[in-house]
Structure formats: structure tokens, C-alpha cells
């Protein structure tokens, strides 16, 4: 007879490798974590969890809450504060590194290795003057943008789980201690490899580069010449992201070199901010006075972020080879937007107008104050739905017959095609109030509405019946709402 065995790793049993901190202390400062005494378990991804294939229900061992808070280890891991620096806003800040993150270890998953990572759990030798600390405010907002991202189809680290604890911890306001787990292949950054060019230690960027391809960029081959072609990857990747975040309407807020992966994953949830209203210049970062990282020059400081990391590689790739990756960056930008804007008007065909269409939708949407979300979604229904929101005048009018012309020339029947729409034009994504609105009940104590944002975020193309208060805007109790890098 067959006994059914449990499936997955047990949280002891999980086997940890840690072959960033093997690079060395010029990389990384080993560095205990401080945990939050007496955190509880507050959210766990199971989603995430599964790519470790740790074992469904470990998260409600102890043990898992005290790796989640930062207070015990698994055997094996050896963990590591790294260092790099970076250009903030526009500025070369020079070293900055894990000022309140510790790469605990890596685990072998079955596409590749996943690194976890303690955000949260206290001083490092970089943390300059400030604690060590992350509060359940900026922890909430990274678990579920994390998650979210993931689940809109938008390359993005992970969340493992988070943990919260009565510790004070001084902002604008005092708040409490909180924790995250973070996952990704690779935490390293753009801004990984700068410091060292800037401090002309060219063997340790040799070596940084070396350890990123054979992982991450096998393609890339061997010999001198696989340095530019990793570059390039690096851009398409990062021009493909780009392009994604625009269409789905995600503001990242601070995207200093040193907040961009090595991998074109989105890094680091801050001030971010999902587009409401679609309104081009959104400023999400409230701290962002200049509008640096607005909406709609997210593209172009992409590219701009590309440049410097060119700098950076300059000692291991001719100027004539950078200049040839950069260039990819804007077709494969275009391509990439092109594809993600006919997918969300549901148009399986190309044709050479079809830029025309989408741009005069941005117009009219951006000239009424539409929301991004609520349109698309609205259109992915029938365009009875979305003139209910963009208006029945005459420039609305002659759009929607333009869409309809367009729409005609399309195979397969109406109803197939809003369905795909409805597979790529999500119903909810992740509204600032309504992260505040599980973040407000968590610091009161009560999980539950942090529990019901994440079922809601990971199935975003879903209709959430009793949840329809989400897909709106912002209530007046919420109306002000701002965020900031304080965090
Ligand atoms: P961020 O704006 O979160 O990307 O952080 C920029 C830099 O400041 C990084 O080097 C962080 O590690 C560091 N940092 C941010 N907040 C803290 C904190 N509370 N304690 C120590 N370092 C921090
Ligand atoms: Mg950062």
C-alpha cells in the first residue's frame, strides 16, 4: 500500500548554499541579525514559499516566526550585509550597501537559486547613522507590492512572509518594528558594481561580473567577450521592465542606481505608488519635489540608470560595445510597450497605427482624469462600459468607432477577446489607501484586512465581489494620503 508522503521541505531541512558571502569580505560584512523580540507572524506567500519548496505548514511553526522576525537561523545559512553604492537622484552618493538587510542564504530551487533575505534586522557596518530597522508601514507595502507585482506579470523580487513586534521605532512618528523576507535570484544591483569602478578596484568588479553571468547569464558564454554581451542583456531586461510598469500603471518612486537589479527585477518597494487617475507626470515619492522619478520619465531614467551602470563596466567593455547595448534599450522598450499595449486592447494582430490608437486613448484618459485601472478593465467588459467612464462626446465618440474599425479587422468572436482582455487588464491592483487601510488595522493589531488584500492582489484578473470598495478610488478619509522614502 502507498503512503502519501507530505509534500515539501521542512523549514529544518532546507538546504542553504551562500555563495555571495563566499566572495568575499571585499563584497559583504558578516553581521548577526538583531531580531524583533516577541514578533508575530503577520503575512506568509505561499506562492513564494512554493518556489523554495518549503513544506505547506511550517509557516506556523515557531521556528518559522522567529526566522521571519529575524530571531533565529537555519542551519546553514551564514549571513551577509553587502556593499554597494549608488546614484541618488541624479547624484553619485558613493557607498551605501545593506544598511538593514542581511542575505540569509540560498536555497536551490528548481529554475535556479532563490536568496532570502532579512529586511529589517537591525545595524550593519552600512547603516550609516540610521537603525537598522524597517516599521510594519513600509514592511506591509513591500510584502504586497511584492506579491502583487509577481502576480500582474511584472518581474519583481518576492516576499516570503513578514513579521511585526511592539518594538518603537522612531519616523515621522514613532512606529514599530517590523520584518520582511524577501526572495530573489540575486540581490545585486547596478549600483553593486559602481561602487567599485568608482573606487577602481577593477578585479572585484571582474570578479562581481563573473559571478553574475556564470549564475545568471550563461548565454553570455565565456571569454572577454561575454562582458558586453551581459551588458546588454542587462539593458534589454531593464528597457522590457520599463515597459511593463508602464502598462500596468506601477510609479516606482526612487530609482537610484542602487534601487535597480542586476537581473531587471523590480527592487525595492518605497514610496511606489499604483497610478489612480492616469495623470503622466504622477509624482508617487512625495520626497521627490523635482519630479525626477514621475510617471512618465520612468523610461527614460531607465535609460539613464543603463548609462551609469555603462560607466561603471567601462573597464571590462569597449566604449563602441556599450554604446551598441545601450541602443537596445529603446526598441526593445517599444516593442515591449507595443505588445503590452495591444494585449490590454485586445488586439491579437499588428498594424502600423495601432500606436496611434493607444496614444489617443492615453489623451483622452489623461485630459478626464480617468483611472488607468478602472478603463482598461471597463474596456476588457465592452465599450459600453468604458464610455460609461471616458464620456459619450464627440472625441469619445470617433475613439471608440476608430477602436471598433480596428477591432473588426481582428480574428475570432468579441466575446473570446474582451476574455483576454480580462486576463491582462487586471481588475484590482494595489491602491496606496487601500495598503494603508491594512496597514492601519495591523498596527491596531488585527491581520486580517493584510490577509484579505493579499487573496486579493494575487488573483488581480479576478472578480472579488464582496471586495469592489478596492477597485475604487481613494474615500475622503484617504484622500490626502502621501508617501515618502521614510521607511
Ligand atoms: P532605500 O531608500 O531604502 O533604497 O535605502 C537607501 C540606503 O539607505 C540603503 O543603503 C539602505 O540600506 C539605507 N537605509 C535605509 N533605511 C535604513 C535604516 N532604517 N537603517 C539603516 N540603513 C537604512
Ligand atoms: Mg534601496
Known sequence: MAIALPRGTPLDDLRFANSFAALGDGFSERRMPAGIPGARLVAFSPAAAALIDLRPGEEQSPEFAALASGNALVAGMEPVAALYGGHQFGVWAGQLGDG????????????????????????????????????????????????????????????????????????????????????????????????????????????????VIDRFYPECGAGDERYARFFTAVVERTAALMARWQAVGFAHGVMNTDNFSILGLTLDYGPYGFLETYEPGFICNHSDEAGRYAFDRQPTIGLWNCY????????LIAKGELEAGLARFEPVYRATFMALLRAKLGLATQRDDDADLGLEAFRLLAARRIDWTNFWRALSHSDAAATALLGADESSRSWFAAYAARVA???????????????????????????????????????????????????????????EAWTQQAPAKYAGLSVSCSS
Request: proline share 4%; net charge negative; aromatic share 8%.
Open 100 to 211: 538593514r538587510a542581511l542575505l540569509l542564504g540560498e536555497v536551490a530551487g528548481e529554475a535556479g537559486p532563490w536568496e532570502l533575505q532579512l529586511k529589517g534586522g537591525g545595524v550593519t557596518a552600512f547603516s550609516r547613522f540610521a537603525d537598522g530597522r524597517a516599521v510594519v508601514r513600509s514592511t506591509i507595502r513591500e510584502f504586497l507590492a511584492s506579491e502583487a507585482m509577481h502576480h500582474l506579470g511584472v518581474p519583481t523580487t518576492r516576499a516570503l512572509a513578514m513579521a511585526a513586534g511592539d518594538e518603537p521605532v522612531l519616523r515621522e512618528r514613532v512606529e514599530r518594528a517590523a520584518t520582511v523576507i524577501r526572495m530573489a535570484p540575486s540581490f545585486v544591483r547596478f549600483g553593486s558594481f559602481e561602487i567599485f569602478h568608482y573606487r577602481k578596484q577593477h578585479a572585484e568588479l571582474r570578479t562581481l561580473a563573473d559571478y
Open 308 to 315: 551609469a551602470l555603462a560607466e561603471a563596466l567601462s573597464s
Open 409 to 467: 479587422a481582428e480574428p475570432g468572436d468579441d466575446a473570446a477577446r474582451r476574455a483576454g482582455m480580462r486576463a491582462t487588464n487586471p481588475k484590482y491592483v494595489l491602491r496606496n489607501w487601500v495598503a494603508q487601510e491594512a496597514i492601519e488595522a495591523c498596527e491596531a493589531g488585527d491581520d486580517s484586512v493584510v490577509h484579505a488584500l493579499y487573496d486579493v492582489v494575487r488573483a488581480p484578473f479576478d472578480e472579488h465581489a464582496e471586495r
